[in-house]
Nanobody
Framework: QVQVVESGGGSVQPGGSLNLSCVCS????????MGWYRQVPGQKREFVAAISRWGPTEYAESVKGRFSISRDNPKNMVELQMNNLEPEDTAVYFC??????????????WGQGTQVTVSS
C-alpha cells in the first residue's frame, strides 16, 4: 500500500517562510513526478509545483520566485521551501506522487494535507 505523508505546515506572518516535506512510502519504485497542490474552501485544488525524477521542475505563476521544490529520489521525498509567503498562499497543501511521466494530470497518490496559514 502506497502512503503519502506531508509535514511542515503552520501559521506565519506575511513575508515569512515555511518548509514542507513529503514522503511517499510503500512503493517499490521511485515516483516519476512528485509535487504539491493546494486547496482553499470553495475552490478547486490547484497546482503549485512539481519535480520529476530526472530534475525538471514546474511552478505555478503565482509562486515563481518565491517557492522552490526539491527531492531525494531514493527516499521518494520531496520538499517545498516557501519564502515571502502571502495571505493568498493560505490553503491546505497536498503532496502528490505520480508514477507517470507527466506533471499533468496529477497521479492518484495523495497525502492528507498540511495546513498553511499566512496572516498578520
Amino acid at each position: 500500500q502506497v502512503q503519502v505523508v506531508e509535514s511542515g505546515g503552520g501559521s506565519v506572518q506575511p513575508g515569512g517562510s515555511l518548509n514542507l516535506s513529503c514522503v511517499c512510502s510503500g512503493a517499490p519504485y521511485s515516483m516519476s513526478v512528485m509535487g504539491w497542490y493546494r486547496q482553499v474552501p470553495g475552490q478547486k485544488r490547484e497546482f503549485v509545483a512539481a519535480i520529476s525524477r530526472w530534475g525538471p521542475t514546474e511552478y505555478a505563476e503565482s509562486v515563481k520566485g518565491r517557492f522552490s521544490i526539491s527531492r531525494d529520489n531514493p527516499k521518494n521525498m520531496v520538499e517545498l521551501q516557501m519564502n515571502n509567503l502571502e495571505p493568498e498562499d493560505t490553503a491546505v497543501y497536498f503532496c502528490n506522487a505520480n508514477p507517470s511521466l507527466t506533471f499533468s494530470p496529477p497521479g492518484y497518490y495523495w497525502g492528507q494535507g498540511t495546513q498553511v496559514t499566512v496572516s498578520s
